[in-house]
Antibody
């Protein structure tokens, strides 16, 4: 059973950088079939796709966040990471990592989510 | 404003049938990209409910079904149960944005 677990600071100051890591168990981030994604959800609101990375290093980002987002993968540790810079209170949300089935597919496996609050 | 449009809320009595629509455009659903559906219970991660327009993962009851036509898709739930009360999201891919897109979500209330 594939498992994903998000980790990182739960509190980030405005204008600083949000950094999260997703650790993948019982699967490999080197698997060429899957894409590794980040999604977020502000309290009481819907899901927002942030971006994704393939083991090849190819990335895609939500155009609304593209200028502030970097997603990377470390196949040696079976982890992938999210960096979101210049954060504001609007970036406060539960952040999920997920494994996507193929380029145009869906996710059967999600992390439990981690709440990141942007506040001074 | 979500790329895929869902009704904010639907409701039904136990045992009834409800449907949730998901309307897209020619660059996503209308471009033949598959539609997938997720169920999200309060405080939990989304759970895959339907993939590839109409396929159920193992363990999902056959009370849940999906369909797609043109630029829209629908999720139908029959024999409504109290445990079905949750938020439901549709998801596809958009060829203009080059990214995954979600609907805004629909809150299902079981009366």
């Amino acid at each position: 059973q594939v498992q994903l677990q998000e980790s990182g600071p739960g509190l980030v100051k405005p204008s600083e950088t949000l950094s999260l890591t997703c650790t993948v168990s019982d699967d490999s981030t080197s698997n060429v079939y899957y894409y590794w994604n980040w999604i977020r959800q502000p309290a009481g609101k819907g899901l927002e796709w942030i971006g994704r990375i393939h083991t090849s290093g190819n990335t895609n980002y939500n155009p609304s966040l593209k200028s502030r987002v970097t997603i990377s993968v470390d196949t040696s540790t079976n982890q992938f990471s999210l960096r979101l810079n210049s954060v504001t209170a609007a970036d406060t949300a539960v952040y999920y990592c997920a494994r996507w089935e193929g380029r145009y597919g869906y996710s059967k496996y999600w992390g439990q989510g981690t709440l990141v609050t942007v506040s001074s | 404003q979500s790329v895929l449009t869902q009704p904010p809320s639907v409701s039904g009595a136990p045992g009834q049938r409800v449907t949730i629509s998901c309307t897209g455009s020619s660059s996503n659903i209308g471009a033949a990209y598959d539609v997938h559906w997720y169920q999200q219970l309060p405080g939990t991660a989304p759970k895959l409910l339907i993939y590839g327009n109409s396929n159920r993962p193992s363990g999902v009851p056959d009370r849940f079904s999906g369909s797609k036509s043109g630029t829209s898709a629908s999720l139908a739930i029959t024999g409504l149960q109290a445990e079905d009360e949750a938020d439901y999201y549709c998801q596809s891919y958009d060829s203009s944005l080059l990214n995954v897109v979600f609907g805004g979500g629909t809150k299902l209330t079981v009366l």
